[in-house]
C-alpha cells in the first residue's frame, strides 16, 4: 500500500492554472483538542472540508489516537483518508549503542506506520544529547539513514522534521541543519522543511529551499506572526496573513524544492477556533492552486 501511494507522488499532475499539483494534507496537531477529544468526529469534519491526506502526531503504546493501527486504519479508509505522513520522535531509546541495531520499539513503531498506509515516518525532535556535540550530531545522521534503509524496505522514507534550534545551534563553526544536510544521505532520509518553524531560528524558508535545491519533497507549509507571549517570538497564524511570504515559498518548494506533498500546520489561533481555522487554510491552498 505504502509503495503504491510513493507511486501517486511521484506522478506529475498540473491543474488547469498550469501549475503543478502536490498532495495536500493537515498536520492533525493543528487540531489535537479536538483529537483527544473525539478522534473519530474530528476526523469526519476535516474530511467534510474536502482534506484527503492527514498527518498523525500521536503514537503511544503501539496506538494512535487510542486505537490499533488496524482500527485507525480502517477509520480512516471508511472516511476517504489517507494517513500519508506521521511524526514519532526518533530518541535515545530506539538506538541500542551495543548491539548497533534499533531497539524492539523504533522497529515497532516502523511497522505500524506501514499497517496505516504511511509514505514518511517523520521525525519532529532530536534530544539534546543527540547534538551537544559534532561528532554525536554525526553519529545520529547515520543512524537516521539506517532509519531510512529499515523504512524502505516498508515501502515507506524516513524523515526529520526542524524546529528553529537547527538554524541557530551553531557545532564547529556550522549550523546544525547544514551539518545534517551534508550528513545524511538524501536517497534515505527526507528533510520535512517545517517554513515556520525556522524562523524562530533566524532562518528564512526560501533562503534554506534556495540553499538546497531539490531537498524538500515533504514540507510543513506555515505562516508566522509576532507572538504576543510565550517563549518564541513568532507563532503560526492562517497561511498568507503572516511574515513568510507563503505562497512565494510553496511556489518555489515546488519549482526547485522538489517538494511533493504540503502538510498544513497551525499551532496558534488568534482567537478563532482550530477547526475553522483549519478550513480557512485548505480554501487558500486551493486559491493558489495546491488542491
Known amino acids: 500500500m505504502a509503495a503504491a501511494g510513493l507511486a501517486v507522488l511521484n506522478q506529475s499532475t498540473f491543474a488547469a492554472s498550469g501549475k503543478k499539483k502536490v498532495a495536500v494534507g493537515m498536520q492533525l496537531y493543528s487540531v489535537r483538542e479536538d483529537m483527544t477529544k473525539d478522534p473519530g468526529g474530528s476526523l469526519k469534519k476535516i474530511a467534510d472540508m474536502g482534506y484527503k491526506y492527514v498527518e498523525h502526531a500521536n503514537y503511544v503504546n503501539r496506538k494512535f489516537y487510542g486505537y490499533t493501527p488496524q482500527e485507525f486504519r480502517k477509520l480512516l479508509d471508511d472516511l476517504g483518508l489517507k494517513n500519508i505522513s506521521g511524526h514519532t520522535v526518533f530518541g535515545l531509546n530506539h538506538w541500542d549503542d551495543a548491539k548497533k541495531d534499533f531497539t524492539d520499539a523504533w522497529k515497532y513503531t516502523v511497522e505500524d506506520a506501514a499497517v496505516l498506509g504511511q509514505e514518511y515516518v517523520i521525525s519532529p525532535w532530536m534530544d539534546e544529547k543527540m547534538r551537544n556535540s559534532y561528532d554525536n550530531l554525526k553519529k545520529y545522521c547515520e543512524i537516521f539513514n539506517k532509519c531510512g534503509e529499515l523504512c524502505k524496505k516498508s515501502g515507506m522514507k524516513y524523515g526529520y522534521h526542524n524546529h528553529d534550534f537547527e538554524f541557530s545551534q551553531m557545532l564547529n563553526n556550522q549550523s546544525v541543519f547544514d551539518i545534517i544536510m551534508n550528513s545524511i544521505d538524501p536517497k534515505m532520509v527526507v528533510i520535512q522543511l517545517d517554513t515556520g518553524n525556522l524562523y524562530n531560528g533566524g532562518a528564512k524558508a526560501l533562503d534554506v529551499l534556495k540553499k538546497f535545491p531539490n531537498r524538500f519533497e515533504n514540507v510543513h507549509i506555515k505562516d508566522e506572526i509576532k507572538a504576543e507571549g510565550g517563549n518564541e517570538k513568532y507563532e503560526s ?39 475553522d481555522c483549519m478550513k480557512e487554510n485548505l480554501e487558500i491552498m486551493k486559491k493558489w492552486g495546491y488542491v
Do not use: N, R
Not at 526547485?256 to 504540503?262: A, I, P, R, S, V
Open 237 to 275: 497564524t492562517i497561511l498568507g496573513q503572516g511574515i513568510i511570504s507563503c505562497k512565494e515559498v510553496a511556489d518555489l518548494a515546488v519549482e526547485k524544492g522538489g517538494t511533493k506533498l504540503f502538510i498544513i500546520e497551525q499551532e496558534a489561533y488568534q482567537g478563532k477556533a482550530p477547526m
